[in-house]
């Protein structure tokens, strides 16, 4: 009775009397002794280190040998045989090989079961197999079984048809090839029309919304089945549901289904219909609530490039401002995220409504962030708002300078590659404007300390492994010693002082195609400058 609960006491599988008493239990005559076994195991296995020591004691082996018991004693060897396997590449293995895989054609064969509960935890433990160790998991005609199971289980009532399509999510998950399997098995439509069948109200309803998320999460074919039955109506409904995970699985939903532009054009789901909803849900009482919004709003910005009116004009742009300053830094994210989405290819003036709405202040702030993702998504927005829109530098590099001081000073830092290539790909965009953009970006690579140079985190970026970040600070030299500008010249002697031109004679023969080409670029430019001084 203790071990039915989740508020058991773990038990150290590792210390040897432990194992040797679990051994004793798993021997025992009594099915009701080996059960309690099963479930301590279930129970008290969360390491790697106890996956192997069980798996080492032939306890996956054992478990097998006890599917011939009673109902309830398969249940609870299968749910612990999953979790001895759960996430372990080396235990997986060794268990799908074993007695030529004995174990793994015995736990098929159990999707065959006449217990619908049997089912389930069968396709879970092949589940977790699968994504343990693939390579024993590749026979085609075994996952279409797998996704056929599940959705007749779907069917079954109660705490069985709640959990089938959370299990036909997770096999699914960032898999296009089972994501297309599933198409073929109609399920999209099944799914749909049990989502129909049931009240939003129940447990089921959000498993299956989620499990429509993931199915629309890769295939085209997947969004333009939802969007041609009624349960696209549902999911507008979902979105102002009392319950939150409701509301939570009807964002993830609708993310998944806005990476499709052809959605957004029209119909039950238009941008127009679903934009309002999503707004307000940014004031949520619920932090999983905002930030599945946040990841809807995110994808829509990206898809209504030619429309983003509709999305300015919604009080978007004020709701993520105010997240950017939350202490949650997953609000702080996802509403930077969401902000860098709208600002791309945005007109000057609306443009400009951003800035004023954020404030330098806010967005110096946000590039200093405690989070790197976050200094990264900023220093990405940054690059948004300067790209196609000469006079927006003033932004950055005006305002005594607080923007630009501040990416000077996490590219100072050496942070996070992530971060470092933003940062310089901002330089780069403000380097292809006028000499004081350019003189402004000098500053920042190049900044003098009395009489003399500090040394300058330019030469480590050109020798970063990275070659994103190669690239972009290729780009950004580029810019600035561009020939036929005023004081290009100059530029290229502090730099050849710097050693960095040094640095990029010695990647002419970069492994990568992209910098190979620009280093040449820059060396032409370098003694396109010098020949302009001889004239």
Do not use: P, Y
């Given at each position: 009775m203790i071990y039915q609960s989740k508020l058991a006491p773990k038990f150290d599988v590792n210390n040897g009397k432990n194992m040797d008493f679990i051994l004793s239990l798993l021997n025992s005559e009594s099915e009701n002794v080996t059960e309690l076994a099963a479930t301590i195991i279930s129970h008290s296995c969360e390491n790697s280190s106890e996956q192997l020591s069980l798996c080492s004691a032939g306890v996956p082996q054992k478990l097998v040998s006890l599917f011939g018991g009673s109902m309830n004693l398969r249940d609870a060897c299968l749910d612990s045989v999953t979790a001895v396997i759960r996430?372990?590449?080396?235990v997986a293995s060794r268990f799908a090989?074993?007695?030529?895989?004995k174990g793994f054609r015995s736990v098929v064969g159990l999707i065959h079961d006449r217990s619908p509960r049997t089912r389930l935890l069968a396709c879970l433990c092949l589940i977790a197999l699968g994504h343990a160790s693939p390579c024993h998991f590749q026979d085609k005609q075994i996952k279409t079984k797998l996704i056929m199971v599940l959705l007749e289980l779907i069917e079954e009532p109660g705490q069985v048809g709640d959990e089938a399509p959370l299990a036909l999510t997770t096999l699914m998950k960032d898999s296009?090839?089972?994501?297309?399997?599933?198409?073929t098995t109609s399920a999209v439509e099944k799914l749909s029309n049990h989502l129909l069948a049931n009240s939003l109200e129940s447990r089921r309803a959000v498993t299956i919304l989620l499990a429509l998320s993931e199915l629309c999460s890769k295939?085209?074919?997947?969004r333009s089945q939802l969007m041609s039955v009624e349960a696209s109506t549902l999911i507008l409904e979902a979105l102002k549901h009392d319950w939150a995970d409701i509301r939570v699985a009807?964002?993830?939903?609708?993310?998944?289904?806005?990476?499709s532009p052809k959605v957004l054009s029209g119909g039950r789901l238009s941008c127009d219909t679903v934009i309002g909803p999503l707004v307000q849900?940014?004031?949520d009482s619920s932090t999983s609530v905002q930030v599945a919004a946040l990841g809807a709003i995110c994808n829509i910005a990206v898809n209504l490039t030619p429309r983003k009116s509709v999305l300015l004009h919604s009080g978007v742009v004020s709701q993520l401002v105010h997240l950017s300053k939350s202490m949650d830094p997953t609000l702080r994210l996802k509403s930077v995220w969401a902000l860098r989405n709208i600002m791309f290819l945005l007109s000057p003036k609306d443009k400009d409504f951003i800035v004023k709405e954020l404030t330098l202040s806010t967005l110096s702030s946000l590039i200093c962030d405690s989070e790197h993702f976050v200094q990264e998504q900023t220093l990405a927005l940054v690059h948004n708002l300067v790209d196609g829109y000469v006079d927006s530098a003033n932004y950055v590099i005006g305002e005594d300078g607080m923007v630009i001081d501040a990416i000077a000073r996490q590219l100072n830092n050496a942070s996070a590659p992530g971060v470092c290539i933003q940062g310089m790909f901002v330089l780069a965009n403000i380097a292809a404007g006028n000499e004081m953009n350019k003189e402004a970006v000098m500053n920042v690579l190049l900044p003098h300390r009395a009489d003399r140079v500090r040394p300058s985190f330019v030469v480590n970026f050109l020798q970063s492994k990275d070659k994103q970040l190669r690239?972009?600070?290729?780009?950004c030299l580029l810019n600035l010693i561009y020939p036929k500008c005023e004081a290009s010249s100059g530029r290229v002697v502090r730099l050849q002082n710097a050693g960095v031109i040094l640095q990029v004679k010695s990647m002419i023969n970069d492994p990568c195609l992209d910098c190979k080409l620009r280093v040449r670029m820059v060396l032409e430019h370098c003694v396109d400058n010098a020949?302009?001084?001889?004239?």
């Open positions: 996430n372990n590449r080396e090989s074993t007695d030529h895989g296009l090839e089972l994501q297309k399997q599933a198409l295939l085209e074919e997947s009807a964002c993830s939903c609708l993310k998944n289904i806005s990476r849900l940014l004031q690239v972009a600070t290729l780009w020949d302009d001084c001889f004239m």
